[in-house]
């Protein structure tokens, strides 16, 4: 399943990221990577934006970034 499938309130944790080197390298800097849980904070009314927490860092992804972050769903630990 990909990130940009999971619902307010879930969470996943990063299994793979498919996308180019700079994209990842992006991710990287944000946090997301390999391993990491995000949290799914909120969704546009519009559905192209998404609002995750990874660690203590929100971050906004278009809906097209999160397509390419594959993901586990896991349980939340907030």
Same mark, same amino acid.
């Given at each position: 399943?990909?990130?940009?499938?999971?619902?307010?309130?879930?969470c996943?944790?990063i =299994?793979? !990221?498919?996308?180019?080197?700079?994209l990842? &390298?992006?991710?990287s *800097?944000?946090?997301? $990577?390999r391993?990491?849980?995000?949290?799914i904070i909120?969704q546009?009314?519009?559905?192209?934006? =998404?609002? !995750?927490?990874?660690?203590?860092?929100k971050? &906004?992804?278009?809906i *097209?970034e999160?397509? $390419?972050?594959?993901?586990?769903?896991s349980?939340c630990?907030?």
């Amino acid at each position: 399943m990909f990130l940009s499938e999971l619902q307010k309130g879930e969470c996943g944790k990063i =299994i793979k !990221i498919n996308s180019d080197s700079v994209l990842k &390298a992006r991710f990287s *800097s944000f946090g997301i $990577t390999r391993g990491s849980i995000a949290y799914i904070i909120e969704q546009t009314i519009s559905k192209n934006t =998404i609002e !995750i927490r990874i660690q203590n860092t929100k971050i &906004a992804l278009r809906i *097209s970034e999160a397509k $390419t972050i594959e993901v586990e769903k896991s349980e939340c630990k907030i």
